[in-house]
C-alpha cells in the first residue's frame, strides 16, 4: 500500500486531476490496511496521524507526520486548546463543550480543557461635562 501525504492528496483534488497521485509523491509504503486506524501511527521510525484511506482497492493511505510527542501533563495559556500528548492544536477550540474529557482526533489521548477567559473594559466618551463647580476655601488659598 502506497502512503501519500494528505495535503498533496488535496492538492490533486483542488486541481481538478482525477484522483492518484504519480509514483513521485509516494513516501512510503507499507503493508495493506483493511480498517483505519485510529491514534497515531508509526512509518519508518516516524510519527503519523492517519488522514484517510483509499477503501475502494486498499491502495493507499493519506497522513500528516505528527510533530514530536510532546508527552507533557498540561499545555497552559494557549490560544487554541492543544493535545498535551501529541502536540497537535485543535483549530475549533471555541466549539469545546464543557465535558470533563476530550479525545484528541490524531492520537486518541483522552485530555481535559480549561478554559480562561479574560475581561478587559474599553470606554468612549459620549458627551463631556463642561461645568466646573467653583469651591471657596475657608482659611485662604493653600499652596
Not at 485543535?90 to 463543550?97: G, I, L, T, Y
Request: with cysteine.
Amino acid at each position: 500500500m502506497k502512503v501519500y501525504l494528505f495535503d498533496d492528496y488535496l492538492k490533486c483534488i483542488k486541481s481538478g486531476n482525477k484522483i492518484e497521485l504519480d509514483d513521485s509523491k509516494v513516501i512510503a509504503e507499507i503493508e495493506e490496511i483493511k480498517d483505519f486506524p485510529h491514534g497515531l501511527v508509526e512509518i519508518g521510525g516516524k510519527l503519523a496521524s492517519p488522514c484517510a484511506l483509499d477503501i475502494g482497492d486498499h491502495s493507499a493511505f493519506y497522513i500528516n507526520w505528527a510533530d514530536e510527542l510532546l508527552n507533557e501533563d498540561e499545555c497552559s495559556f494557549e490560544q487554541e486548546a492543544r493535545c498535551p500528548h501529541c502536540g497537535k492544536y485543535v483549530s475549533d477550540s471555541w466549539e469545546f463543550s464543557d465535558e470533563d474529557e476530550h479525545e484528541c482526533e490524531s492520537c486518541g489521548t483522552k485530555f481535559s480543557v480549561n478554559r480562561e477567559i479574560e475581561v478587559t473594559y474599553s470606554t468612549e466618551v459620549i458627551s463631556r461635562n463642561t461645568e466646573v463647580l467653583n469651591l471657596n476655601l475657608v482659611q485662604g488659598e493653600r499652596k
